[in-house]
Antibody, heavy 122, light 107 residues
Framework: EVQLVESGGGLIQPGRSLRLSCAAS????????MHWVRQVPGKGLEWVSS????????DYAESVKGRFSISRDNAKNSLYLQMNNLRPEDTALYYC???????????????WGQGTLVTVSS | DIQMTQSPSFLSASVGDRVTITCRAS??????LNWYLQKPGKAPKLLIH???GLQSGVPSRFSGGGSGTDYSLTISSLQPEDFATYFC?????????FGQGTRLEIK
């Protein structure tokens, strides 16, 4: 059974940094690109970042480019999101998500974690 | 970025009704369109991939269609568990963007 478990969220002041983690199990982690998607509670969904299985290709939403950094450790079956210079508008529930297939171009998000809440406020 | 516009934003219907939600992209997305259902406090669930592909395990009362810029999700006979929020999302390059959501409530 595929499982994704996010952690690392919390209340953080503007300008500070936070690192989110996503622990994956139930599939061959290194074969899949992984994504971060966020959602302001009660609002819409916003794709944040993606990273290929071999870490060779990464992409970011314009809203986080230059502040967030995605990485992974395939030996630990883990995905990370380093978030620097956080802003109040980064407040959201952050999900890690896995696509349906191991194609690097697949953005059909079949598996999701339960999310970890990041609140940026002074 | 490709903008995704869903309609309606809110829909009130009864059990057994047939409902259709539409999604329009700001440019052609050549069938790279997914539909998700989300219930309060839960992660989104993939229902339809690539415009009309029914995800394994999803009931056949859900169907998707469309091409170019215009797509639809139809639920043929609403069941109590279908009352939720629905999102469309394109997967035609980066960034993948979502519609604003359609909240389906019981009449």
């Amino acid at each position: 059974e595929v499982q994704l478990v996010e952690s690392g969220g919390g209340l953080i002041q503007p300008g500070r940094s936070l690192r989110l983690s996503c622990a994956a199990s139930g599939f061959t982690f290194e074969d899949y690109a992984m994504h971060w998607v966020r959602q302001v509670p009660g609002k819409g969904l916003e794709w944040v970042s993606s990273l290929s299985g071999d870490s060779g290709r990464l992409d970011y939403a314009e809203s986080v480019k230059g502040r967030f950094s995605i990485s992974r450790d395939n030996a630990k079956n883990s995905l990370y999101l380093q978030m620097n210079n956080l802003r109040p508008e980064d407040t959201a529930l952050y999900y890690c998500a896995r696509p349906r297939s191991n194609s690097p171009y697949d953005k059909n998000f079949l598996y999701w974690g339960q999310g970890t809440l990041v609140t940026v406020s002074s | 970025d490709i903008q995704m516009t869903q309609s309606p934003s809110f829909l009130s219907a009864s059990v057994g009704d047939r409902v259709t939600i539409t999604c329009r992209a700001s440019q052609t997305i050549t069938g790279y369109l997914n539909w998700y259902l989300q219930k309060p406090g839960k992660a989104p669930k993939l229902l339809i991939h690539d415009a009309s592909g029914l995800q394994s395990g999803v009931p056949s009362r859900f169907s998707g269609g469309g091409s170019g810029t215009d797509y639809s999700l139809t639920i043929s006979s609403l069941q109590p568990e279908d009352f939720a929020t629905y999102f469309c999302q394109h997967s035609h390059g980066n960034p993948p963007t979502f519609g604003q959501g359609t909240r389906l409530e019981i009449k």
